[in-house]
């Protein structure tokens, strides 16, 4: 990296990418799930909306 003819610019490109996947390489989360996020698109789709359910009060009165 240090003795290399690259311009400034194509060695701090490198250092960043070398950084970079070795964090990914060692987390749970991979590179499409890292780009999603940064894109800032959904993790998931879904064709429903969904309630909360307070399920507390369910067992509440099964159990009385």
Aim: net charge positive; with cysteine; aromatic share 10%.
């Amino acid at each position: 990296l240090l003795g290399s003819h690259k311009t400034n610019k194509e060695k701090a490109r490198s250092l960043i990418t070398k950084i970079v996947n070795s964090l990914t390489a060692c987390s749970e989360i991979g590179g499409p799930m890292a780009a999603m996020y940064l894109l800032r698109h959904p993790d998931h789709y879904k064709s429903h909306r969904f309630r909360t359910c307070f399920w507390k009060g369910y067992v509440y009165e099964v159990m009385r």
